[in-house]
């Protein structure tokens, strides 16, 4: 039976009063600023920037103010904006070689040239609640550290160069006439992928999936086994070529956060035992999702390696159309609207089939033989 659903407007309306009491919470408590935001919850904003493929750190911090610290809608709310922008042109590809370091360290090499930098990290924090947080005022100060000047990209060579120069890692020169890539975000995925396409939808992706699908792989359900290369966190310089110009003009810097696992291979047919690579770039200070994005796209790179495809990490299409965050919590979420017709009909059918079953017991009762 069909019922029409009428009204709920003034039901939906007082869900936004409740809702922005809620978001704002104790009147008797300063408010949050959105620049307290950017600043204070740094890497809540960059993880909205990356997966919301949007760099202003302004804009994600309100999307984040405004989904009371839900980061997928926050998330929901940069990608929806972003679909309301003009495309003015498209940028340069970044040379991450020439980066301005932050953060560089190598877990396959101690003795690297330039040095490892530590930079800022909770590696080597204890994960004890610091109980001076929750007092009213200034932090006590930090005892003074030196800290070093920031690298300069020349003293920085890659790590995969080092192990280029012995020939024991996979090089993949840009062929003559290489096609640009596809843009994901205007055209539909399509399988099979190719690994332009991959990493975009990877760099798009929850971060929560790919680290559950990078520690798979660790884990056992893919065929390699990854060292860091080197995650690499730092500033780098945006160019676009306008026509008029027709040459390449600086138009600003942005974080980002760079990484390069490198994973053994036991050789093909066409191809010797070798170091092989995975690769993951994410906005900001986003070094988990580096490194989960890295260890996918390895894993992803099976097919082409010549690896048997056994482990759901290797599958791309399992990964590539489960990887979302939006649609994955809107096809969750939805569950939660109306469908008071379907139920009514799966009801129907389930007393039916109670009813046969039970109909189906009765006639296979044994009856009196004497």
Known sequence: MYVAVKGGEAAILNSYRLLAEQRRGDTAQPEMSVDQIRQQLKLAVDRVMTEGSVYDPELA??????AS??????????????????????TCPIDTACMVLDRRISATFKDLPG??????????????????????????????????????PPTTPRVVDLLNQE???????????????KDLTREPLRFPADRATRLQNLARGDEGFLLAMAYSTQRGYSHSHPFVGEVRLGTVAVEIEPEELGFAIDIGDIEITECEMVNQFAGSKTSPPQFTRGYGLAFGHSERKAMAMSLVDRALRADELGEPIESPAQMQEFVLSHSDSLEASGFVQHLKLPHYVDFQ????LVRKMRAAAGAATSDSVPGDDA
């Not at 911090?61 to 405004?66: D, W």
């Not at 610290?69 to 498209?90: H, M, N």
């Not at 009909?345 to 129907?348: D, G, K, M, T």
Request: hydrophobic share 40%; glycine share 8%.
């Open 345 to 348: 009909s799966e009801l129907e």
């Open 69 to 90: 610290g839900d980061l997928v809608e926050a998330i929901f709310l940069l990608r929806a904006y972003r679909a309301t922008l003009p495309r003015l042109g498209s």
């Open 115 to 152: 040095g490892q930098v530590l930079g800022p990290t909770y590696d080597y924090t204890q994960r004890l609640l610091d109980f001076t947080l929750l007092a009213q005022g200034d932090v006590p100060a930090m005892p003074s550290t030196q800290v070093a000047d920031r690298a300069a």
């Open 167 to 181: 020939g024991l890692i996979e090089t993949r020169p840009v062929p003559p006439g290489d096609p640009l890539p």
């Open 61 to 66: 911090a309100l999307a984040i103010k405004q």
